[in-house]
Protein backbone atom coordinates (compact mmCIF):
# COMPACT_ATOMS: atom_id res chain seq x y z
CA UNK A 1 0.00 0.00 0.00
CA UNK A 2 1.43 3.16 -0.80
CA UNK A 3 1.53 6.10 1.53
CA UNK A 4 -1.27 8.23 -0.71
CA UNK A 5 -3.64 5.10 -0.38
CA UNK A 6 -2.44 5.06 3.33
CA UNK A 7 -3.24 8.63 3.67
CA UNK A 8 -6.76 8.32 1.71
CA UNK A 9 -7.71 6.09 5.08
CA UNK A 10 -6.81 8.01 7.59
CA UNK A 11 -10.32 8.71 8.92
CA UNK A 12 -10.87 4.89 8.83
CA UNK A 13 -7.84 4.06 10.83
CA UNK A 14 -9.16 6.75 13.79
CA UNK A 15 -12.61 4.71 13.75
CA UNK A 16 -10.97 1.10 13.22
CA UNK A 17 -8.97 1.68 16.21
CA UNK A 18 -11.58 3.43 18.53
CA UNK A 19 -13.40 0.53 17.57
CA UNK A 20 -10.77 -1.91 18.43
CA UNK A 21 -10.30 -0.87 22.00
CA UNK A 22 -14.09 -0.75 22.28
CA UNK A 23 -13.81 -4.54 21.50
CA UNK A 24 -10.71 -5.07 23.52
CA UNK A 25 -12.77 -3.32 27.08
CA UNK A 26 -15.70 -5.27 25.98
CA UNK A 27 -13.81 -8.23 25.83
CA UNK A 28 -11.95 -7.66 29.08
CA UNK A 29 -15.69 -7.16 30.69
CA UNK A 30 -16.44 -10.52 29.68
CA UNK A 31 -13.42 -12.21 31.15
CA UNK A 32 -13.49 -10.34 33.83
CA UNK A 33 -17.11 -11.53 35.01
CA UNK A 34 -16.02 -14.74 34.05
CA UNK A 35 -13.97 -15.24 36.65
CA UNK A 36 -15.89 -13.43 38.95
CA UNK A 37 -19.04 -16.05 38.43
CA UNK A 38 -16.30 -19.41 38.18
CA UNK A 39 -18.03 -19.76 34.86
CA UNK A 40 -15.14 -20.68 32.14
CA UNK A 41 -17.70 -21.87 28.86
CA UNK A 42 -20.95 -21.01 27.59
CA UNK A 43 -22.36 -18.01 30.00
CA UNK A 44 -23.64 -20.99 33.33
CA UNK A 45 -27.18 -18.80 33.25
CA UNK A 46 -25.04 -15.87 34.94
CA UNK A 47 -27.22 -13.04 34.19
CA UNK A 48 -24.64 -10.73 34.34
CA UNK A 49 -22.50 -12.45 32.24
CA UNK A 50 -24.89 -13.05 29.91
CA UNK A 51 -25.20 -9.60 29.25
CA UNK A 52 -21.77 -8.45 28.47
CA UNK A 53 -21.45 -11.86 26.24
CA UNK A 54 -24.37 -10.03 24.09
CA UNK A 55 -22.86 -6.91 24.19
CA UNK A 56 -19.19 -7.98 23.15
CA UNK A 57 -21.13 -10.45 20.61
CA UNK A 58 -23.32 -7.60 18.94
CA UNK A 59 -20.46 -5.97 18.75
CA UNK A 60 -18.55 -8.47 17.12
CA UNK A 61 -21.68 -8.88 14.86
CA UNK A 62 -21.93 -5.34 13.36
CA UNK A 63 -19.00 -3.24 13.35
CA UNK A 64 -16.78 -5.16 11.15
CA UNK A 65 -19.61 -4.65 8.48
CA UNK A 66 -19.75 -1.06 8.83
CA UNK A 67 -15.68 0.13 9.33
CA UNK A 68 -15.49 -2.23 6.10
CA UNK A 69 -17.78 -0.18 4.23
CA UNK A 70 -16.55 3.06 5.58
CA UNK A 71 -13.06 2.25 4.33
CA UNK A 72 -14.74 1.47 1.20
CA UNK A 73 -16.53 5.21 0.99
CA UNK A 74 -13.13 6.55 2.06
CA UNK A 75 -10.72 4.66 -0.18
CA UNK A 76 -13.04 5.96 -3.20
CA UNK A 77 -12.91 9.35 -2.17
CA UNK A 78 -16.54 10.08 -0.58
CA UNK A 79 -17.24 13.24 1.13
CA UNK A 80 -14.51 13.43 4.50
CA UNK A 81 -17.84 15.39 5.80
CA UNK A 82 -19.64 12.00 5.41
CA UNK A 83 -17.56 8.96 6.07
CA UNK A 84 -16.54 11.26 9.30
CA UNK A 85 -20.34 11.33 10.37
CA UNK A 86 -21.10 7.50 9.95
CA UNK A 87 -17.23 6.48 12.01
CA UNK A 88 -18.98 8.78 14.70
CA UNK A 89 -22.20 7.46 14.64
CA UNK A 90 -21.11 4.01 14.13
CA UNK A 91 -18.95 4.43 17.72
CA UNK A 92 -21.21 6.08 19.85
CA UNK A 93 -23.69 4.11 18.33
CA UNK A 94 -21.34 0.72 19.86
CA UNK A 95 -20.78 2.74 22.71
CA UNK A 96 -24.69 3.09 23.76
CA UNK A 97 -25.69 -0.22 22.78
CA UNK A 98 -22.97 -2.21 24.96
CA UNK A 99 -24.01 0.25 27.87
CA UNK A 100 -27.75 -0.61 27.10
CA UNK A 101 -27.06 -4.19 27.23
CA UNK A 102 -24.90 -4.53 30.16
CA UNK A 103 -27.21 -1.69 32.54
CA UNK A 104 -30.99 -2.88 32.33
CA UNK A 105 -32.06 0.42 33.62
CA UNK A 106 -30.52 1.87 30.19
CA UNK A 107 -32.68 0.08 27.84
CA UNK A 108 -33.21 2.79 25.68
CA UNK A 109 -29.13 3.50 25.13
CA UNK A 110 -29.53 0.04 23.56
CA UNK A 111 -32.30 0.73 21.15
CA UNK A 112 -31.16 4.18 19.94
CA UNK A 113 -27.30 2.39 19.71
CA UNK A 114 -28.63 -0.04 17.63
CA UNK A 115 -30.94 2.38 15.62
CA UNK A 116 -27.61 4.49 14.93
CA UNK A 117 -25.54 1.50 14.16
CA UNK A 118 -27.92 0.12 11.59
CA UNK A 119 -28.45 3.61 10.09
CA UNK A 120 -24.86 4.10 9.03
CA UNK A 121 -24.38 0.49 7.65
CA UNK A 122 -27.37 1.08 5.76
CA UNK A 123 -26.53 4.35 4.24
CA UNK A 124 -23.26 3.21 4.19
CA UNK A 125 -24.58 0.28 1.86
CA UNK A 126 -26.76 2.39 -0.25
CA UNK A 127 -23.48 4.90 -0.77
CA UNK A 128 -21.16 1.83 -2.24
CA UNK A 129 -23.72 0.75 -4.30
CA UNK A 130 -24.23 4.20 -5.70
CA UNK A 131 -20.38 4.52 -6.62
CA UNK A 132 -20.94 1.01 -7.87
CA UNK A 133 -23.36 1.51 -10.48
CA UNK A 134 -21.89 5.03 -11.11
CA UNK A 135 -18.51 3.46 -12.03
Given at each position: ???????ALNHTLLFAGLCALLQCFLSALVIARRTQAGVSLLDGGDKPLIQRIRAHGNFIETAPMALLLLALLEWRGFAQWAVIGFGIMLVVGR???AAGIIHSRMQWARVVGMLMTLFVISIEAVCVLWIYMMA
Open positions: MTTTTLHVLH
